[in-house]
């Protein structure tokens, strides 16, 4: 079992709509939990991060982990065509300096 | 901002021959990392560096090299290229103890022939 695992789509949804992008972890160690957005041929940046439970907002953008569960989401409201990408998830523990990613989910909005 | 960069975008080398591939990050950053990037893989850490002159194993550093001599440049060695090592190569870059956020550079997207 990969220590993330992540749905690599494609995931198609039209422009305005709501995207729900999702991980699930296996270690309950893992205390950071990130979402990075790659576009084709860059390198990936950095769209969130969270530590521990809970919800983060960031314009249309929030981040969700349930440790319970180990699963973390990424929505995206009113979804442009700007944001066709794919979404990298990540987990770390507290210091390390170990990031496990996710394989990435590619999302396309049409507009 | 944060900037890594790394020393090609696209670069194509033949089977045997030594691979040298730089990343430059003007932030200051005491850890680096140099991982590979194929497809249904995801990222997969090949070495990493918490200072000068330290280098760590990540998860596949066989066939694989680094170099650390000064704080901003990170170099990763492919002794003897192979056409499996063809992939993504990315530089990432953080400082410690900041909710562990790389940075990553554009990538360098090695064939091997």
């Known amino acids: 079992q990969k220590e993330v695992e992540q749905d690599p789509g494609p995931l198609s949804v039209p422009e305005g709509a709501i995207v729900s992008l999702n991980c699930t972890y296996s270690?309950?160690?893992?205390?950071?939990f990130m979402w990075y957005r790659q576009y084709s041929r860059k390198g990936p940046e950095l769209l969130m991060y969270?530590?521990?439970?809970g919800n983060k907002e960031d314009g249309r953008f929030t981040a969700q982990v349930d440790k319970s569960s180990k699963y973390i989401s990424l929505f995206i409201r009113d979804s442009q065509p700007s944001d066709s990408a794919t979404y990298l998830c990540?987990?770390?523990?507290?210091?390390?300096?170990?990031?496990?990613f996710g394989a990435g989910t590619r999302l396309f909005v049409k507009a | 901002d944060v900037k890594v960069t790394q020393s090609s975008r696209y670069l194509v080398k033949r089977t045997g021959e030594k691979v040298f591939l730089e990343c430059v990050q003007d932030?200051?950053?005491?850890?680096m990392f140099w991982y590979r990037q194929d497809p249904g893989l995801g990222l997969r850490l090949i070495y990493f560096?918490?200072?000068?002159?330290?280098?760590e194993k990540g998860d596949i550093p066989e066939g694989y090299s680094v170099s650390r001599e000064k704080k901003e440049r990170f170099s990763l060695i492919l002794e003897s290229a192979s056409t499996n090592q063809t992939s993504m190569y990315l530089c990432?870059?953080?400082?410690?103890?900041?909710?562990?956020?790389?940075?990553f550079g554009p990538g360098t997207r090695l064939t091997v022939t």
């Open positions: 990540a987990i770390s523990s507290t210091g390390g300096f170990k990031t496990i």
């Open positions: 270690n309950s160690a893992f205390q950071y």
């Open positions: 969270t530590y521990s439970s």
């Open positions: 932030m200051d950053h005491e850890n």
């Open positions: 560096s918490y200072d000068v002159k330290m280098k």
């Open positions: 990432a870059s953080k400082t410690p103890g900041q909710g562990n956020e790389q940075y």
